[in-house]
């Protein structure tokens, strides 16, 4: 146990450590007048939805929740490499909103947030202010583009995409692949880990690798992976290269993109220069920079350290940071963001009343990985909180699929049918 | 298990509490433990899909299938990796409160 209860209620009393902020001005009049006890979430992506909901659910809609998401639709990225493939369209993977407004009376503001004020607990938007008693951050992942010389987000948007966020990236990269030519070049450079999705860059690889076995049989897909080896499912990923797509999917290790020139369409590494028809290049990620509003962001300058029962900053004691921004050895997975959701949902109610959250945390991790249009590969965990490290460890009896099978292909889409409810149906 | 009688005991008499008492009733650390369950069985075991529904499972059925499923005797795609991660004991949490999830209602 982290805290005993003596400890908490002292936190609790004693509110937040005065940060550094002199410089925000709190902007604009308070958005929405504060009744009750208020939790504003930034970020309605995976983490932040689902712990809107469920804030909502089990406190018995006592707590006012007020969640602030820029997009005006949800567009899910699990799936999405399956538009690349061609199983699917990018609507096919978006929602509304509009089930967390009306069957959870979560209060939705579609907008920027510019700022946050640890130390008056108010949150900014170019609009107004929101005030709040706990705050939750789930911002996902920003890029960083200054990590790959000649990269930049506006160069991302028209030529050279990640498409790591889905959405118009992940539709423009598919007409990139739809106008390449047979014996064409689709590089797919990988940074090194920790970065979201860690299987997600393979199942791509598969996917294109699909597309070219039906269209353009003489294309390549050429991976340029920084990190030394295959970071996820190996056997599996090579099992489909080898099996599903003979002679078309090259793996390179340790083949870091240091640069690239968008004009000629060359990805260099420390090695080689690589001239590809498309260019796919998934820069380093870091926290959404929300958590550097909130100035959560730990020693590494990328992700937010949490305390693993509550996912409380271990910077700012009302503010809580879940998802791919939160700092941890866990996969950064749409799954795994749900499933720190609900376990700080449910210590932010407890908080609140002043009450000791529950001190024995155990989530669930799975990603299925579609290797075709029809077979999918597994990884699967449960993580448990270790006392003595004070971290998520994971339990013994986790894995992998198998094989491939179409059997794990039905499960999967009917994971992504459910998931997708769970947070916002 | 007193309370659970007690829940018997109140509904076989058809006092009109179930519902606030239900709230009160619920075990917070199973609850926590099934929310990790949702991604694939639905929401507190409602399926909309494909998956097994897990809301309203006889508890023993329940129990024996994670048993199996931990020990290998009962094949699997997935659920063994999970199953693994638990204890006995937790299935046994995990089944009572999948076991009072009513079947046909959503929450
Ligand atoms: C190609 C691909 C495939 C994937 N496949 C899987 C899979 O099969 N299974 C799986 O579990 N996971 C998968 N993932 C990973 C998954 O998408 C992420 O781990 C998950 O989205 C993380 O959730 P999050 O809530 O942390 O961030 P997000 O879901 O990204 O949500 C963050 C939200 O915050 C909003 N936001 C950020 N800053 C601001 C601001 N300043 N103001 C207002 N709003 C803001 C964003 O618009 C966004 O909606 C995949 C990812 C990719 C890219």
Redesign the pocket.
């Known amino acids: 146990m982290s805290i005993n209860r003596r400890d908490f209620l002292k936190m609790t009393v004693a509110g937040i450590a005065v940060g550094a902020f002199p410089g925000i001005a709190v902007a604009g009049s308070e958005l929405l007048k504060k009744k009750g006890q208020r939790v504003v979430i930034?970020?309605?992506?995976?983490?932040?939805a689902t712990a809107a909901k469920y804030i909502r659910d089990w406190s018995h809609n006592k707590v006012e929740v007020v969640l602030?998401?820029?997009?005006a639709m949800?567009i899910s990225?699990?799936?999405?490499?399956t538009v690349l493939g061609g199983s699917r369209k990018i609507n096919d993977l978006t929602r509304s909103y509009d089930s967390l407004k009306k069957k959870h009376g979560v209060k939705l503001i579609q907008?920027?947030?510019t700022a946050i004020d640890p130390e008056k607990q108010t949150v900014m938007l170019s609009k107004g202010h929101l005030s709040y008693d706990r705050l939750i951050v789930?911002?996902?992942?920003d890029f960083m583009f200054d990590q790959i010389g000649g990269l930049d987000a506006k160069i991302a948007d028209e030529k050279i995409h990640h498409?790591?966020?889905?959405g118009a990236q992940t539709v423009k990269l598919r007409k990139q692949l739809e106008a390449m030519p047979d014996g064409g070049v689709f590089a797919i450079g990988i940074p090194k880990g920790p970065y979201?999705?860690p299987p997600?860059p393979y199942?791509?690889a598969c996917q294109v690798a699909h597309y070219m076995k039906q269209n353009k049989p003489k294309s390549k897909v050429l991976i340029l992976d920084a990190n030394p080896d295959i970071t996820s499912k190996k056997g599996l990923f090579m099992a489909a290269w080898n099996e599903l797509y003979p002679g078309m999917v090259e793996y390179r290790p340790n083949a870091a993109v240091l640069s690239v020139d968008a004009g000629g369409m060359v990805a260099k590494t420390e090695f080689d220069d690589v001239k590809a028809d498309v260019l796919n290049i998934i820069p380093p990620m870091k926290a959404?920079?929300?958590a550097s509003m909130a100035g959560v962001v730990g020693a590494d300058g990328r992700w937010c350290a949490v305390d693993f029962i509550t996912y409380e900053s271990k910077v700012h004691k009302n503010i809580h940071v879940?998802?791919?921004?939160v700092a941890a050895a866990l996969p950064?997975?749409?799954?795994?963001?749900t499933s720190q959701a609900k376990i700080c949902a449910a210590a932010v109610i407890e908080m609140l009343q002043g009450k000791q959250p529950e001190q024995d945390p155990a989530i669930v991790n799975t990603?299925?990985?579609m290797v075709s249009d029809t077979d999918a590969v597994h990884v699967a965990n449960v993580f448990r909180f270790n006392v003595e490290k004070q971290s998520m460890v994971s339990a013994d009896g986790g894995g992998v699929s198998g094989k491939r099978s179409a059997e794990e292909g039905a499960f999967a889409n009917f994971w992504l049918d459910n998931i997708l409810d769970d947070v916002l149906g | 298990m007193i309370k659970k009688y007690l829940l018997i005991i109140t509904c076989a008499l058809g006092l009109a509490l179930p519902a606030i008492h239900a709230q009160a009733e619920v075990d917070k650390h199973a609850r926590n433990l099934a929310g990790s369950c949702a991604a694939c069985h639905g929401t507190n075991g409602h399926s909309k899909s494909g998956m097994p529904t897990l809301a309203g499972l006889d508890r023993t059925y329940f129990v024996t299938a994670l048993k199996e499923f931990k020990s290998g005797a009962r094949p699997a795609t997935v659920m063994q990796h999970h199953a693994k991660g638990y204890t006995d004991a937790e299935f046994e949490l995990l089944a009572d409160f999948f076991a009072s999830q009513k079947v046909g209602k959503k929450h």
């Open positions: 930034v970020g309605g992506g995976f983490g932040g602030i998401e820029r997009n949800f990225c699990p799936m999405s490499n907008g920027e947030v789930a911002p996902g992942v498409a790591w966020k889905a979201r999705c997600g199942e791509r959404g920079a929300v879940i998802g791919d921004a950064k997975s749409g799954h795994m963001a990603c299925y990985s």
